[in-house]
């Protein structure tokens, strides 16, 4: 958990730290904490909780997500930048205060109970990791089974963090609260380590109680099987599908709200449909485990065309809820994630490779997050949010393909933290004829980087994709009433912003408005550019471009009230920009 603040590193004084040092010191050999600065630790096979510049850091999202006011919740006092030991902190709990039940532990600090995190052992058992030294720090000798084993309480116990005044964690069953989809893995939290989570425990069929703190007993608990499947509840069921099995049959076979755990390993999917996997129900989720580098891989067999694609059976339908999480998608002639007409859904945590035309696709659709997935090699776009409305697309790296980041004809769109590199255009806002929607407003481009973007064009060149010069930033070809501030844009050899009218860039194509007459408005008008910082951009242009040279960090030739404001150029056109 890096970057805690410094008024937490000052928190630790005097004899208190000192006592509590040698507390953490007796037990470190012990337990392990989530990173011990070297990659060791939870971290090893959870890295989706490992924070980063362009990903936000851990702590700040628990104090976000979470409500979390406590600094010492979570770390030690003394503790600065140092990740907590897994089960314990200042004020006693650690990580397994909340990824884990109370099973009798009083913290030698606070006084108050303590998790062992037994609960984490039994599902971690239940998935295969039974060998100690898997978690625990190697050369530990306190890494056997508890005896006597602590009692396992069930899954509507409240864990020690819950029901505090310094977080709004209340509800151990409740998937909202508990998955926060910090890891590529999650589906929840399994407090009592029996293999289900949330709603899908029995338990959690009567309202969470706080269940006082049990005496350990002498018998070991036996974990319940997690089978292929588990009975409903509430409508909903688990589904494993485990390597040479069909992901599709699962799906198939799936009720509406089923979650659908897929086991690491290669998927090939022979069934004969143009997709691999095609979902039209409600409320699928589509879970990718990983262990270590082990991941479920979706490859393409002859004849398919998409990877995942998501769409209502019927015209006029709509596809209510949908996530897909820690999957490989790769080598399709097509897509490889699509949603169409869906609302309520996640595309988290992927990786897309190598799917030629477009990498990750939700068009159509609404009330969507994509986040944290990695996309390269399309000849389209990496990703494209095509009408649809209200999507947030957060914390991705798109590189190597056309355009990185697309989004097109769409409205409510919030694009923040993103990462574009090594495409032809890196961020494209444009306008398309043809479409659904005819119009485009409120975009919020903020936060992202945006550099070295001078790929050569591999799109077919009667496509409109092929018409687009190498080396540029962000593209803003047509949209209106949008915001692009506090990016970071560099190493673009054409343009580091261009804000352009739609029909001056077709024109002299196949594309041209004059034999094409557009269905949409297309000048840029009232676009704002606000509070980047540009770096060398402008310095190689495309050879023979017509507009070769404007080539500099910011362009804007065409439309109306589009505004410069408080930006740092490193470059400049002998026109000026038109200010706010």
């Known amino acids: ?99 884990a039940q109370d099973y009798g532990h009083t913290s030698l600090l606070s006084g108050q109970p303590k998790a062992t995190g037994y609960g984490l052992r039994l599902y971690h058992a239940s998935e295969g990791v039974t060998a100690c030294v898997t978690c625990h720090f190697p050369g530990s000798g306190v890494t056997g089974e508890p005896d006597p084993a602590p009692a396992v309480l069930p899954e509507t116990s409240l864990p020690p963090y819950y029901g505090l005044a310094n977080n709004n964690l209340t509800d151990p069953c409740s998937s909202t609260q508990e998955d926060m989809s910090y890891d590529a893995d999650a589906v929840g939290l399994d407090n009592d380590g029996n293999g289900l989570v949330d709603g899908l425990d029995p338990a959690c069929a009567a309202p969470p109680v706080d269940t006082p703190t049990p005496t350990p007993t002498s018998s070991a608990p036996t974990p319940t099987p997690t089978g292929t499947s588990t009975p409903a509840m509430s409508g909903k069921r688990l589904i494993k599908v485990f390597p040479g099995s069909s992901i599709q049959a699962a799906v198939d076979a799936a009720a509406p709200g089923t979650t659908i755990v897929v086991m690491p390993g290669l998927y090939e999917e022979t069934h004969g449909g143009q997709n691999a996997v095609s979902v039209r129900k409600d409320g699928i989720r589509l879970i990718g485990r990983k262990y270590g580098h082990d991941r479920v891989v979706l490859k393409a067999v002859p004849g398919q065309k998409n990877g995942v694609v998501v769409e209502p059976s019927a015209p006029g339908g709509r596809i209510d809820g949908f996530t897909i999480r820690g999957f ?43 986040s944290r997935n990695v ?70 481009v903020t936060r992202n980087h945006v550099y070295d973007n001078n790929r050569a064009n591999t799109a077919p060149p009667s496509s409109m994709a092929g018409a687009l ?99 740092i150029l490193s470059t400049s056109f002998p026109n000026p920009l038109p200010g706010c």
């Open 1 to 99: 958990m890096r970057g805690i603040t410094g008024k937490c590193r000052r928190a630790a004084i005097g004899a208190l730290a000192v006592a509590a040092a040698a507390i953490w010191v007796a037990r470190a050999d012990a337990y392990p904490s989530y990173d011990d600065g070297v990659g060791n630790g939870c971290v090893q096979c959870h890295t989706g909780f490992q924070g980063g510049p362009s990903v936000g850091t851990l702590h700040l999202r628990h104090q976000n997500d979470f409500g979390i006011t406590s600094c010492t919740l979570c770390h030690q006092l003394f503790g600065g930048d140092t990740p907590v030991l897994t089960y314990y902190s200042a004020q006693g709990y650690g990580c397994s205060g909340c990824h």
């Open 328 to 370: 490989v998608i790769r080598d399709f002639p097509k897509n490889g994630i699509v949603t169409r007409y869906v609302d309520n859904f996640r595309i988290q945590g992927n990786e897309s490779i190598d799917n030629k035309e477009n990498g990750i696709w939700p068009t159509l659709s609404a009330k969507g997050l994509v």
């Open 375 to 444: 996309s390269y090699g399309s000849d389209d776009s990496a990703m494209w949010v095509e009408t649809s409305v209200n999507v947030r697309v957060v914390n991705n790296v798109l590189h190597t393909s056309v355009t990185g980041l697309e989004v097109s004809n769409s409205d409510d769109i919030l694009l923040r933290g993103n990462e574009a590199y090594n495409n032809t255009v890196g961020i494209g806002l444009y306008m398309q004829p043809g479409l659904e929607r005819k119009q485009s407003n409120r975009w919020h």
């Open 469 to 567: 010069p190498t080396g540029g930033g962000v593209l803003l070809l047509g949209p209106d009433s949008n915001l692009v501030e506090n990016n970071l844009i560099e190493n673009n050899g054409f343009y580091g912003v261009a804000v352009v009218d739609y029909c001056l860039v077709v024109d002299g194509t196949a594309f041209n408005c004059v034999d094409n007459v557009p269905d949409f408005d297309p000048s840029p008008d009232n676009n704002r550019i606000k509070s980047n910082r540009f770096v060398n951009n402008g310095t190689s242009p495309p050879i023979g471009h017509p507009f070769a040279f404007l080539a500099n960090d910011a362009i804007a030739f065409g439309g109306s009230g589009n505004c410069f404001e408080d930006n």
